[in-house]
């Protein structure tokens, strides 16, 4: 029997599943009043369709817009691998840091459902997959050498 991950089965059913961004496929609902909602994630989930479904409240231009440092982004990360070593040197036990791949920072061929992705983000997130490779390309050059410095085990997944 062969396994799939799950990116092999969105691209696998890819053609099925049609494009998420299309706006055709975002059905027209009233706007959401948090009072309705019992379970609040559900409120937030009808507030973006909402949003995406009236181009006129669109949150698509804001995002657009927005830009993190890449540098905070990995001085946060360091910071936080560094407390997590130093609780695992205190209990025994070694830190394993796995570095998940990203479809904006990588040497691999992507499928045809991945490059959709990423040029879908390029045209709907203009910032984003710009800003996601440059955090990447730090963390590349980052963390091994405080995987040294600290002494825990850094894996690059591409």
């Known amino acids: 029997m062969d396994y799939l991950n799950a990116g ?48 006129g409240e669109s949150i698509k231009q804001k995002i657009k817009q927005i830009k993190i440092d890449p540098e905070y982004v990995v001085d946060d990360l360091t910071k936080n691998i560094t407390t997590i070593s130093d609780l695992a040197k205190r209990q025994g036990f070694s830190l394993v840091f796995y570095l998940q791949p990203s479809l904006y ?13 990423v040029e879908q983000d390029k045209q709907n997130l203009a910032l984003f997959p ?26 690059d997944s591409d």
């Open 8 to 55: 092999q089965v969105l691209a696998k059913n890819f053609e099925t599943l049609g494009k998420h961004d299309d706006p055709n496929l975002i059905k027209k609902i009233d706007t959401p009043e948090y009072e309705d909602y019992d379970l609040k994630l559900i409120y937030m989930i009808d507030k973006v369709k909402y949003r995406l479904g009236n181009p």
């Open 130 to 155: 710009k800003m996601h490779s440059e955090i990447y390309d730090l963390y590349r050059n980052e963390l091994p050498k405080l995987a040294e410095r600290e002494d825990f085990i850094f894996i």
């Open 105 to 117: 920072n990588t040497k691999k061929e992507l499928s045809e459902y991945e490059t959709y992705n």
